[in-house]
């Protein structure tokens, strides 16, 4: 189960993600971040689980401009070992 929630603080939202994220909360996660403007970052302090194809959303989010906030230890390193093999690849 995943529950978002919503901070400003005038100059930017943050999105706060709880829980499990899987691949099908992608599509309510984008249209969260789109509403809130270009200066929106993601808290994903109380993430307990992801799947490779969350991993890859916020390694994409992160290249565009999203900074990703208390990003738990084992997400950042698969978000590098993502990015690593997508560089392997091109």
């Known amino acids: 189960m995943l529950k978002l929630e919503r901070l400003s603080d ?3 939202t943050v999105i706060r993600l709880i829980g499990r994220v899987r691949s ?7 249209n969260q971040m789109g509403s ?3 200066k929106c970052a993601l808290d ?6 992801v799947c490779v ?3 890859r ?4 989010c992160e ?3 999203t900074e990703l906030l208390h990003c738990p ?5 698969w978000i590098s070992c993502e990015q690593r093999q997508w560089k392997n690849d091109l």
Do not use: D, N, Q
């Open 10 to 12: 005038g100059e930017r």
């Open 24 to 30: 099908e909360h992608l599509g309510e996660i984008t």
């Open 36 to 38: 809130c403007g270009p």
């Open 44 to 49: 994903l302090e109380e993430v307990t689980v």
């Open 53 to 55: 194809e969350v991993v």
């Open 57 to 60: 959303f916020l390694g994409s």
């Open 63 to 65: 290249r565009k401009g």
């Open 73 to 77: 230890a084992y997400i950042r390193e």
